[in-house]
């Protein structure tokens, strides 16, 4: 199935991959042998109403002082759900999926609040206790930093 540097692609090999892909949810895939070395990465465009969303005006963003003092209030709350590693957040598991959590929901010990991506690893960040959610403190693609308050459980 390896071919050589000089001879054309085994399409089949990457139609295999590219189904790997699918299933399992990753985003890029590599392998190779002595000679021969593929990737494959699939990449998703960008919804065409995200692209049209409102922009943020003056009047719609909130003080970067309020949102310094939901933080450090959110960071003393005893339900407090903070990151365990910098990375970028999302509350999807995939574009056209709903959020794991909402404001609002129940939720129980170990039960998935959001993914936390590091280093091209996708890593579930879950519920360390039972409870209501009360409070999700960051947005889809937001990068966070270790110990930054995620969300509250109550």
């Known amino acids: 199935m390896a071919k050589s540097p000089n001879t054309d692609i085994d399409a089949g090999l990457v139609r295999k991959l590219a189904d790997l ?4 949810g990753l985003t890029e895939i590599e392998c190779g042998g002595k000679d021969w070395h593929l990737r494959v990465a699939k990449t998703t ?3 065409p109403e995200a692209a049209a969303a409102k922009p943020i005006t003056a009047g719609d963003a909130q003080p970067v002082s ?3 003092s939901v933080a ?7 339900g407090v759900v903070v990151s365990p590693m910098v990375g970028v957040v999302y509350i ?9 959590v909402k404001v609002g929901d ?5 039960d ?3 993914l ?6 996708f890593n579930s960040i879950k519920a360390p206790k039972g409870g209501k959610v009360t409070r999700i403190l960051v947005g889809n693609g937001t990068p966070v930093e270790f110990g930054e308050p995620l969300m509250i459980i109550e």
């Open 92 to 100: 999807t598991s995939d574009p056209d999926s709903p959020p794991f």
């Open 112 to 114: 998935t609040l959001l």
């Open 66 to 68: 309020e949102w310094k």
């Open 21 to 24: 892909l699918d299933e399992t």
């Open 72 to 78: 450090e209030a959110a960071i003393d709350h005893p």
């Open 106 to 110: 129940e939720v129980g010990e170990g």
């Open 116 to 121: 936390i991506e590091a280093m091209k690893v």
């Open 45 to 47: 465009a960008a919804k």
